[in-house]
């Protein structure tokens, strides 16, 4: 097949972007580096560095397009409350964007990268797709509208697109750099340059992390199946959440305990059934694995 992958320079993207090659597939890579790396591109891709808020650039690069997976976007949640004017650009318009392109050249399916940020704070947990969304910053706005998106070019176009709501990812290749890094990553770093582990509040928030390649089985087994392709979101995350306070005892090194952020909610866990149900996922590791695999990766950097 032929494939575009928005956002293929990125953490996810590019492990995306190299399993898809690995299969067989010829793979376009869209990306403006703007967070995504030029290094991480698997060297056997077509990469285009554009930006996907400039329509007429990228509509031409759908053309005999199979299957996009649009991954690209400024994934944070405090930047999206300091910046909600640029971040709504890029992950509202840009998303409407590869959408258009999608169904001007004809493309079979979008499979679109959204957030359990979308959830926001809930009552009950474990989070279900088919829960109030109750999003408390700009950014999980921002996903929740690219889905409905998704959902209203099907209904409107006959575009078959399919919203994966992943949860906190994790694995070689994560942001480390950033001040908006996920706590993995920034963990890592704090310890490796001798600082402490800087916790918002308590430290007893949880997360139902995942790691990296479990997402990317998750997006291979969404990109055909027959009973997905309407719009349908589905839950990408772990049923078992991990706490920040837990993570820093994994990673070791003093810890620094800063005032808690506002847009962040308390707790996440996933409920899976749907994913096992429509295709036939969920993940297989676990996430003291997963940890050790991207300690591995960053320290032989």
């Known amino acids: 097949m032929k494939i575009l992958v928005t956002g293929g320079a ?71 409350i300091e910046d909600p004017s640029g971040t709504t650009k890029a992950n509202i318009q840009g998303t409407v964007n590869v959408l258009y392109g999608a169904k001007e050249a004809k493309v079979k399916r979008v499979v679109y990268a959204s957030s359990s940020s979308v959830y926001g704070d809930q009552e009950k947990l474990p989070l279900k797709e088919d829960m109030v969304p109750n999003p408390v ?10 889905e409905q998106f998704c959902g209203l070019f099907f209904k409107l176009y006959g575009l078959e697109t399919v919203c994966l709501r992943y ?21 890592l770093r704090l310890r490796s340059e001798g600082k402490p582990l800087t916790i918002y509040g308590d430290g007893r928030q949880s997360r139902a992390f995942c790691y990296v390649d479990d997402v990317v089985e998750a997006n291979i087994k969404a990109m055909e199946p027959k009973k997905v392709g309407k719009g349908e979101v589905i839950n990408i995350g772990a049923e078992k959440p991990v706490s920040v306070e837990k993570i820093a005892q994994i990673i070791g090194g003093k810890v620094q305990h800063l005032p808690e952020r506002s ?27 997963g940890v050790k695999r991207t300690r591995e990766w960053f320290e032989g950097r």
Request: contains cysteine; negative net charge; proline residues 5%.
């Open 137 to 146: 910053s700009p950014y999980g706005l921002q996903k929740l509208s690219g």
């Open 263 to 289: 847009g962040d909610p308390k707790h996440t866990s996933a409920d899976l059934s749907l994913g096992k149900e429509l295709l036939s996922w969920s993940p297989e590791t676990s996430f003291e694995e």
């Open 167 to 187: 949860f906190n990812v994790f694995g070689p290749r994560v942001d480390f750099d950033s001040d908006y890094s996920l706590v993995v990553g920034k963990f």
């Open 10 to 80: 990125g953490f996810i993207g590019s492990h995306l972007v190299d399993r898809l090659i690995e299969q067989g597939h010829k793979v376009l890579v869209v990306d403006n580096l703007s967070t995504g790396n030029r290094e991480n591109v698997n060297k056997k891709a077509e990469f285009h560095g554009v930006d996907i808020c400039d329509l007429e650039k990228i509509k031409p690069l759908f053309k005999g397009v199979d299957c996009v997976f649009h991954l690209a976007a400024i994934p944070r949640m405090p930047l999206s």
